[in-house]
């Protein structure tokens, strides 16, 4: 496992745990908005500057905050560009009613939304006090702690950074290779923090940006995890070998059960009313577990490919996804004269094949265990704070609420086969599905009164979200 210690990867943005634990570290208040001055995020110093919680302040904008400002341009920012920077003293208000002076400075990103510093203006020394707080007791410290200047030149560097840095000249004064001085560089312009990844000799290292934007550097703090992609690789291989025993007893067991199925229907139409009605009824019950036990391996795979088989991540639009699962839903939908509608659906950062087949089995699932009347059955979409919220409703027979949960367990049913037929594996797969996408899903129903089976998916700064 031994790397070169060039090797650098820096392509993919933090991800949402550390994008928040970066945000929350800060000493000052972090506000980022919408083109309207909407919050889109929070960090926790911005929550006790006004005594508001999080979920309160992501349901508000600037015009809240701030006394009789301009609604069109609460922040004083005029025609500010993308990468420029606006200063802007003034009172906030708080929960409590208090008018908190402050010093706002806002930086427009690339993609329009308003990245705002807010401070105490009598603490403008602040960020270097911060800076010896961040680098006492460094050479103790068995992580690296770096600071860079934007132009790459290194302002600081423990021991442990040093280190980690050892082969590019990491004293003091000295300037980065080309290839991190342009990450330190982006990192600046787009003012938000990022991930890299870096080895050195048989060490591998997370190393964490925080820009200072006003102060024209950032920070870098890493963490050896060389244990964790020792283990992530052997889970890999452990993931493929699982798919390859899959495969193989997949299609070790079709083979013959194929052959047992075949055989069995020749033996029916052979000697069709020639047998008495028990040798029938026989013959009936082993073609039909045949093709049970085929249904259940197929599957079965399916839900171990879950993981294994899942395409990367790109923007997807949900309405685009749900069409190819109703197309291939649509003898069911026409013999049960069902009537399925939607919300206007977003744009999501997800698997679309995955994606698909959830919806697929969720409808599925409210054509089969429909009532009396023909199924009605929506899909909708809501936008919370931190994920877009999917439902499906439908006006089926509903659930008992202490079965709520044991819907999504493999081979757990509710009813007999012959009431309704399947594995009692496509709740399972829907759960796996939405569990990949870092979501969770759930039921709220009533017996005789319908079911609505909602879900999450999370959103994701790189996504074309709208």
């Not at 990867?9 to 909407?38: E, K, M, T, V």
């Not at 048989?202 to 550097?217: E, M, N, Q, S, T």
């Not at 171990?304 to 003898?331: C, E, H, I, Q």
Request: charged share 25%; net charge negative; hydrophobic share 40%.
């Amino acid at each position: 496992m031994r790397r070169s210690a060039t090797t650098a990867h820096h392509s993919q943005p933090p991800s949402d745990a550390l994008y928040q634990a970066l945000l929350d570290q800060a000493a000052d208040g972090i506000f980022i908005a919408d083109a309207s001055g909407r919050f889109v995020e929070v960090n926790r110093r911005g929550c006790e500057l006004l005594g508001t919680p999080r979920a309160d302040l992501l349901s508000r904008s600037w015009p809240d905050l701030i006394p009789n400002a301009d609604r069109a341009d609460p922040l004083g920012l005029g025609d500010l560009r993308p990468g420029l920077s606006a200063i802007r003293e003034c009172n906030l208000r708080c929960t409590d009613g208090r008018a908190l002076p402050v010093e706002i400075t806002t930086r427009m990103l690339a993609d329009g939304n308003l990245l705002s510093t807010v401070r105490d203006p009598s603490a403008r020394t602040r960020p270097e006090g911060e800076i010896q707080d961040l680098e006492k007791f460094p050479d103790e410290n068995p992580n690296p702690v770096l600071r860079i200047a934007g132009d790459g030149v290194v302002q600081y560097a423990n021991q442990a950074g040093a280190g980690v840095l050892a082969g590019w000249n990491c004293a003091v004064g000295q300037q980065l290779p080309d290839h991190w001085r342009a990450l330190i560089q982006e990192t600046l312009g787009a003012g938000m923090p990022r991930e890299a990844e870096t080895a050195y000799g048989d060490r591998v290292f997370a190393l964490a940006l925080a820009p200072i934007v006003d102060g024209g550097y950032v920070h870098i703090y890493g963490h050896d995890i060389t244990e964790r992609k020792r283990a992530e690789e052997e889970l890999k291989r452990s993931n493929a070998e699982l798919e390859q025993f899959a495969y193989v007893a997949s299609h070790d067991l079709q083979e013959p059960l194929r052959a047992v199925a075949g055989m069995v229907q020749l033996l029916q139409q052979r000697y069709q009313g020639q047998l008495d009605e028990r040798a029938n009824l026989y013959i009936a019950h082993a073609v039909e577990g045949a093709t049970r036990m085929q249904t259940l391996i197929n599957d079965l795979l399916a839900f171990s490919r879950v993981d294994t088989r899942g395409r990367p991540f790109a923007p997807v639009n949900v309405a685009a996804a749900l069409r190819p699962a109703l197309a291939n839903l649509a003898v069911a939908v026409r013999e049960s004269r069902a009537t399925i509608t939607h919300d206007e659906l977003p744009t999501v950062l997800a698997d679309s094949g995955q994606l698909t087949q959830l919806f697929q089995n969720l409808i599925g699932n409210a054509l089969k265990f429909r009532g009396d009347q023909p199924p009605a059955i929506h899909v909708g979409a809501e936008r919370l704070a931190d994920a877009w919220r999917f439902s499906v409703r439908d006006n089926g027979i509903g659930i008992e609420p202490q079965y709520a949960e044991r819907i999504f367990v493999v081979f757990q049913r509710l009813h007999t086969r012959r009431a309704y037929p399947g594995t009692g594996i496509g709740l399972a797969i829907c759960k796996k599905i939405v569990e990949r996408h870092g979501g969770r899903i759930w039921v709220e129903s009533e017996p005789g009164r319908g079911a609505t089976f909602l879900f999450t998916i999370p959103h994701r700064r790189d996504a074309d979200v709208r």
